[in-house]
């Protein structure tokens, strides 16, 4: 089907896409000529599915035991025929042939020097076509860029196994799309998946949410409640954004990791789970356990993998994917994407990655000709600040009924945005027999936030 350009629809796009798996890689070897750890060597080439660390911290792939070194002092990637370094605010710096590093794109025969470290930088395989895989997404999370497509691989072994993984990337990178998928493609898939997010529960609350608490075990426990752990019981446990655990609960937590049991608040017995352990995090946890506020034990049974999203401002090319994406799922069946509506996703750095770009999307669906887009564009298309994106003018009866209000336009717009996810959310459930996971699947988002976005709802009609 083509859209309003008259261009093939999404999966024809994807599908041409996948056709040409292969891009122009160098590959580079890191030589260590001075420091505590000369004579170590590392491989980097197309094969390594997401950025290479070096530091002292046990989870970087390239660990190095000199004290002046960070514990996650820089980060090395692939970047087609150069190899990008990046140093991660370490706290002595990094210098390239003697030049202090932010970031650097190098072709070989360089020098980097960290603490008393000095590294060579080899051109180690000459430039060729490499192969990339195919996939254009891996269960719910989608992307047909380069930076994704070299993860799909190393997802899907990951799935298979049992081993606990750390889910890093910006806020708003997908981490929790990315965990949901990692257990529907696995043996777990018929248990439960279960989300703690750490920053939405209050502290007092924390230790009984996670681990249960018994009956008049404290003020307000009028009953038995069992904690996350046994819920995933069988199944897979996320825990959102474990940075902002407070570290006197991660003994406790390492505590049920390594015995795969739990004790509820108030109990005398141990309960037994069966629980596959996730975690995600917008910080950086070796930072955090440098200053103390991580324990370093709870970290490395749970960095056993990481996994690093990168932000979609890197991930060149999924803009319009997720853009046609986001649109076949939110809007009525058949609506055709507007005139120039990808171009202006395109031509903004999304700060807020793939949550910021499919609210867009979800605002100029619900808006239509009313909607007025936060997407700025660059100054180079000379365009203005803010861009007023057409769209359908489904609901015509709706926006009448609330211009006829006269309310201020952020009033209005917001009375709109209800208005639609009120709608979207009914039908839906309806499609699916009130079955949320499908409905959630359908609507290209998470089940928390769909059952999140649902009790918002409920809560505006009982006000």
Known sequence: MADSHGKEGDETLLMRRAARPSSREAGFTL???????????????????????????????????????????LACESAGERLRVTDLQSLNGTTVNGLSLGEAYLRGGERIELGSTVILVELSRAVEDVPL??????????????????????CKRLAQTDVAVIIEGETGTGKEVLAESLHEQSPRATGPFVVFDCTAVPPNLVESALFGHERGSFTGATETRRGVFEEAHGGTLLIDEIGDLDIDLQAKLLRVLERSEVRR???????????????ATRRNLDDEVAAGRFRDDLFFRLAVTRIELPPLRQRKGDIATLGRHFWKRISDPGTPIPDGFLERLEAYTWPGNVRELQNAVARRVAL????????RISESMQAPDS???????????TIERILGENLPLPRARQKLVNEFERRYVERVLELHGGNVARAAEASGIARRYFRLLRAKLREQQED
């Open 31 to 73: 030589h260590v000529l001075e420091g505590p750890d000369k004579g170590r060597a590392l491989v980097i080439d197309a094969s390594c599915p997401s950025r290479v660390l070096v530091g002292q911290s046990p989870s970087c792939e390239f660990k190095l035991t000199d004290r002046l070194v960070s514990r996650r002092h």
């Open 133 to 154: 895989p195919t996939a254009t997404k891996f269960g719910r999370t989608v992307g047909a860029s380069a930076a994704m497509r070299k993860l799909y691989p190393l």
């Open 265 to 279: 608040i108030g109990g005398s017995r141990f309960i037994k789970v069966d629980v596959r352990i996730l975690a």
């Open 368 to 375: 239509g000709d009313l909607a007025v887009d936060d997407v």
């Open 387 to 397: 861009v007023a994106v057409p769209l359908s003018s489904a609901g015509d009866s």
